[in-house]
């Protein structure tokens, strides 16, 4: 999609991808710097170690606790410095209601997953006023301190935290584990605890493939479904006007995804 874009917008620019281990990250950073890389996205398992390695964190690489884009900037002493940002939170309520046209203010959401997709997810939804988030993670303690990091950041919501599946209907389940990327992989959410018949919409983090195994379960059981396609568009979306100073070409960012991701599944037959 950033290819497409940079074409449309005639920019002289190329997108590229690098499997950096993390215990190299941080040279891998400094690397880009020095090679004057306008900027970079990172994803798990970077996210989170970026925080530290950063010269300098935007406001919403402070307030969401995670860094997925980078930008490198040149300072009056000539040299070049890192900037943090995250474009993930906000592109997380755009998918929302965009593809499911979901009110989120006083909603009951079941948010399966408390790594760090889950936690940025967990604290904008908080932000939004959610009534409710039930926080289902194979860790427990690690759904509780986010459970306290809500608490204190947006005390005066009316969010109620619980960790494990509600007895109740909710509005939203949101999938934020990987469970899914891979051909085969099960359902992460556990429908002898939770039927999907109680959720009136599912949204799937995963984007590819297109259907993973709890979409299907849920639009089996009538529920309105999106896969991540629309928060990845988002989120590149921002990191792209954060690199080139230029609005995004959302139509052209759009159409690239989904021939990649939907073209695909097509030919292989998913």
Known sequence: MHNAA?????????????????????????????????????TVP??????????????SAKKWGAVNTVKFE???????????????ADAIVAALREDLQVPLTGAK???????????????RLAAESVAELFLVNRTRSKAEKIADEIRKQFPSTKTVLSVGYPQAAVDLVMNATSLGLKS??????????FPLRRAKVVYDMVY?????????????????VANGLGM?????????????????????????????????????GH
């Open 232 to 268: 990845l568009l988002h989120q590149g979306a921002r990191a792209f006007e954060i690199w080139t100073g230029k609005p995004a070409p959302l139509a052209v960012m759009r159409r690239a995804l989904e021939q990649a991701v939907y073209g695909n599944a097509r030919e292989t």
């Open 6 to 42: 940079f074409a449309a917008l005639g920019l002289n620019w190329r997108y590229l991808a690098f499997e950096v281990h993390p215990d190299n990250l941080r040279t891998a950073i400094a690397g880009a710097g020095a090679m004057q890389f306008a900027g970079l996205n990172l």
């Open 46 to 59: 970077h996210k989170l170690l970026a925080l530290e390695m950063m010269d300098a964190l935007d406001e």
């Open 208 to 224: 590819n493939p297109p259907e993973t195994a709890l979409l299907g379960a849920a639009k089996a059981a009538g529920c309105r």
């Open 74 to 88: 040149t300072g009056t002493d000539g040299r070049t410095r890192s900037v943090g940002f995250n474009t993930d």
């Open 109 to 123: 959401v079941l948010l399966v997953g408390a790594g760090g997709a889950g936690r940025t997810a967990a604290l």
């Open 184 to 193: 085969g992989d099960p359902s992460p959410l556990d429908e002898s605890k």
